[in-house]
């Protein structure tokens, strides 16, 4: 027997068709690109409309996508070298549910190089808090209009972003506690950076 809760939430869920129809014209309204891959889509958008286009991603009915599971940065340095294009060396990327759909959903945004600078999507989704920082402290990826925009995984002291391509594996800075001045102090990395090259052992093979 169907329950009235789970029949309004049947009626309430689109067809592929629809969904995929509904996609495509709010990408094409957006200035976005759509790509399919192993079953999930993706949208490209420019910065200009990600607010405008996350905002209905999350309220129109035929998506629905109300929850954000997760939000990360990425940086495409080899490939925006070899592209020539600066303005898509970092991007954020979106990954949205819709419980009531039953459907994933990613978003990709690019941001310049020269100026990483991308809207908060806090007020969107409680759980971007956290995400931001975090794409923050590792890409240097800034979040206008959040609420708390400070680093997460490092310390308060710590300089560069070790996310990005261009950080050294090494680091900078090596950090110990000194039992003389009873705190911690940074100091130059003490390890000399090598390149290792694997050992590779082949059996001959004997008839």
């Keep these: 027997m169907t329950t009235p809760s789970r029949a309004r939430d ?22 976005a690109s759509t790509a399919l891959c192993f079953k999930e889509w993706t949208l490209e958008a420019p910065r200009e409309a990600q607010i405008s286009l996350l905002r209905a991603l999350r309220d129109n009915r035929t998506f629905q996508f109300d929850q954000l599971m997760d939000l990360c940065g990425v940086d495409y340095a080899e490939h925006a070298i070899a592209d020539k294009d600066p303005q898509r060396r970092f991007a954020v990327v979106y990954h949205l549910l819709s419980v009531r759909q039953n459907r994933r959903l990613r978003v990709v945004v690019y941001v310049d190089e020269a100026r990483p600078v991308i809207p908060s999507v806090a007020s969107l989704w409680a759980s971007a808090n956290w995400y931001e920082r975090e794409a923050f402290d590792l890409f240097g990826i800034l979040f206008e209009g959040h609420p708390d925009l400070r680093r997460l995984l490092t310390d308060y002291g710590f300089v560069g972003h070790p996310f990005r391509k261009d950080f050294p ?36 093979i004997r008839e």
Excluded: C, N
């Design 169 to 204: 594996l090494s680091g900078h800075v090596e950090m110990r506690f000194d039992e003389e001045k009873g705190r911690v102090v940074y100091e130059p990395v003490s390890i000399d950076p090598r390149v290792t090259v694997p050992r590779v052992v082949r059996r001959e």
């Design 10 to 31: 049947a009626d309430a869920r689109v067809s592929t068709e629809q969904f995929e129809k509904a996609l495509h014209s709010l990408a094409e309204e957006h200035h």
